[in-house]
């Protein structure tokens, strides 16, 4: 059992964005630049994203994106669910027909883990990592009086 790449990468996009939309919309381009993924990556990500309405853009110059809702309303299962993407703990991924078409011996076991993760993962919003982040000491881009970005501790 193991969470995807673009499960992992979504919530930090998400992440990313929760803490820079402040100051307006935020250029796929800062993010690319900001977490080190690649700009046709953050497209597909949130083509996905926007069409679950977790973010929502803005076209034109100065644009860039918003999220669809107030970061204390998605939760980190909303996210990756959104990007279609889940940690599956059973072999036959929920269809009770791994064992010769009927469900194994651990199948409820497994079933059970997964919905456990669910609920844990749904359990936590972007308020309550962007909160738990920044009393951690998380560094963050802010905008020097210059326009370019520069890391800080908050």
């Known amino acids: 059992m193991r969470l995807s790449t673009k ?27 900001d977490q ?5 990556y953050l497209e597909q990500l949130f ?19 918003y999220l669809g809702k107030a970061p204390d309303e998605i939760s980190v299962a909303d996210i990756i669910c ?20 009927g469900h194994c011996l651990t199948h409820d076991l497994w079933d059970r883990l997964s919905d456990e993760i669910f609920g ?10 962007m909160r738990r982040g920044l009393s951690e000491g998380t560094e963050i881009a802010s905008e020097t009086p210059s326009g370019s970005s520069k890391k800080q501790a908050a």
């Not at 703990?89 to 269809?95: F, I």
């Open 7 to 33: 499960g992992k990468y979504a919530v930090t996009v998400m992440l990313d964005l929760a803490l820079h939309s402040s100051k307006g919309p935020v250029t796929l381009a800062d993010i690319s630049m």
């Open 36 to 40: 080190g993924i690649s700009l046709p």
């Open 47 to 65: 083509a996905a994203l926007r069409s679950k309405q977790l973010v929502r853009g803005v076209r034109g110059p100065g644009g860039g994106y």
């Open 82 to 101: 959104g990007v279609d993407e889940w940690v599956e703990s059973t072999r036959c991924n929920g269809r009770k027909n791994c064992h010769d078409g």
């Open 120 to 129: 844990f993962l749904d359990g936590i919003s972007l308020a309550g990592l």
